[in-house]
């Protein structure tokens, strides 16, 4: 088999609980190789015309990378992909953290999922071997608890999950598939196509590695990622991680606020990375947080994900839910309107706990308090509650509201775009989204490209799909390794910019 792989893709038919093995030839691994490209491969294949995302014929296809699992940082990723129950086209989530390597180790590099179980089970995948057990007893549970359970039942701290809480259990259009109860395959609805399979988890473990065709080169890759952390920026990174960017975001006009109606938003530094690090992450009391407050992926040296606790207060949060990523913080924070902390970290905690993205989720909010703000909403749509612009309150209660379809929560849970069918009232001109998702964090009218992509994209608005506009300017070298060779001016939309977004 090729160098990196298993060679083996698992298919499950959760009607019939058969469970077959696949061995493509070397040839499939050459033109598919992994992760979304593959994915999309069995779903295009497998999935019939015209089906109903929600439906037990639509394929979920979880797929690994080609250098998953290998002993090198940025490699532990995860792509799902399936018909979006959100957006009604294909769908594609990415995910990282542990679980990602551990499914390669267990012995397979995907998995194929069709049907729907008459009952609750998880897929249990371990040692090159795999089976359904029943998930009664899990069902309902929030991901924490039933990552517990699990561990507990198998006899094994070292098994890796991947599973939806009960916002997809609910069918809530945006659910997310967790991992480690804090990393999430967050966009467009893969949590609500594996609730409605009846699939509670995928539990992996195993200690297959991938060869490595020259270990003695990948040694010197592993050595360079390690003694250049600060000479790439990946040092401060580490440090703050991703909500590092809301500032510069806010100073560039780039900082989606109220809904998108401004790029800047006045209480950016109460939101922002250096705020989160010195005061909101796990060990600030002491000075620890680069030992309590950041956390890492399998093999990566970097440690930009964080951990917040809160102990005391209304927003009580535990560690193992995680700390917000910049994306989170903009949701939740700027969209809203709001500069309270430690409500971000809740909201933040609960979309993993019950299972969601917090993209999707904050903005939806937003939508809707752009909606109570020109009066299209009122006391008597929201059963009492005053969506109002810098309401944590508000925001925290719709959160889990919507994970729960509780109340108004139960049409937000539809998602902006559905959920201004439903309401109707003009709700339908405050909309952001494309194709039905709601758009990330980043402001087209400062990266022009960016809006070719959020409206060209098949599975909607999406800030991973290319490369940021800055990055043509800010990194020459890296640009001119793969043929980018004339930076444009700043705002510039025009051909070469439209190759830019292409290539990358």
């Known amino acids: 088999m090729s160098y990196g792989y298993t060679g083996k893709i698992l298919h499950v038919n959760l009607t019939t609980s058969e469970i077959t093995v696949e061995e493509p030839e070397e040839q499939f691994y050459r033109t598919y190789m992994g992760g979304s490209a593959m994915g999309m491969h069995y779903v295009l294949k497998e999935t019939p015309a015209g089906v109903e995302p929600l439906s037990p014929d639509n394929v979920l296809a979880l797929c690994t990378g080609v250098v998953t699992g290998t002993p090198i940082s940025g490699q532990s990723r995860l792509s799902s992909v399936a018909k979006s129950p959100l957006t009604g086209c294909i769908g594609d989530a990415q995910g990282g953290g542990y679980f990602p390597a551990e499914m390669k180790f267990s012995g397979f590099d995907a998995v194929i999922i069709k049907g729907k179980s008459p009952k609750p089970v998880y897929l249990w995948m371990h040692h090159g071997e795999a089976e ?38 609910n069918l809530v259009r945006f659910a997310a598939l967790i991992s480690m109860s804090n990393r999430a395959n967050g966009r467009t609805g893969m949590g609500a196509v594996m609730g409605s399979k009846n699939l509670k988890a995928v539990v992996v473990r195993g200690k297959q590695k991938p060869t490595i065709a020259n270990p003695e080169k990948f040694k010197e890759l592993q050595k360079l990622g390690k003694t250049n952390l600060e000479p790439t920026g990946m040092d401060d990174f580490g440090k703050y991680g991703t909500p590092d960017v809301t500032s510069p975001q806010n100073k560039s006009g780039g900082l989606p606020t109220y809904n998108f109606n401004s790029g800047t938003f006045e209480k950016h530094e109460e939101i922002n990375g250096k705020t989160l690090y010195d005061s909101h992450l796990r060990g600030h009391e002491r000075d620890e947080q680069n030992r309590f407050g950041r956390d890492t992926c399998f093999s990566c040296s970097i ?184 930076p444009q001016e700043k705002l510039a939309l025009n051909e070469e910019m439209m190759r830019f977004a292409m290539v990358t």
């Open 132 to 169: 359904l057990r029943d998930a009664g007893h899990l069902w309902g549970m929030t991901t924490g608890d039933a990552e517990d359970k699990l561990k507990e039942e198998l006899e094994d701290k070292r098994i890796e999950v991947l599973q939806i809480g009960p916002a997809g259990e």
């Open 303 to 486: 440690k930009c994900k964080r951990v917040s606790q809160i102990d005391e207060g209304p927003y009580k949060t535990e560690a193992k839910y995680g700390g917000p990523e910049y994306e989170t913080l903009a949701t939740f924070g700027s969209y809203c309107g709001i500069s309270n902390m430690d409500a971000i970290i809740h909201a933040n905690a609960l979309c993993n706990m019950y299972g969601m993205d917090t993209i999707s989720c904050g903005a939806t909010i937003s939508w809707a308090m752009e909606c109570w703000a020109e009066g299209k909403l009122t006391s008597e749509d929201t059963g009492g509650i005053e969506l109002k612009y810098g309401s944590a309150e508000a925001m925290v209660k719709m959160t889990e509201m919507i994970a729960k379809r509780e109340g108004f929560g139960k049409i937000l849970a539809e998602g902006s775009q559905k959920a201004s069918e439903i309401i109707g009232r003009g709700t339908e001109d405050y909309l952001i989204t494309s194709k039905g998702q709601e758009a990330p964090a980043h402001m087209p009218q400062v990266k022009r490209s960016l809006s070719v992509i959020y409206a060209a994209n098949p599975f909607g608005a999406d800030h991973e799909s290319s490369e940021h506009d800055p990055a043509y300017k800010a990194y020459p070298e890296r640009m001119e390794q793969i043929g980018l060779t004339n």
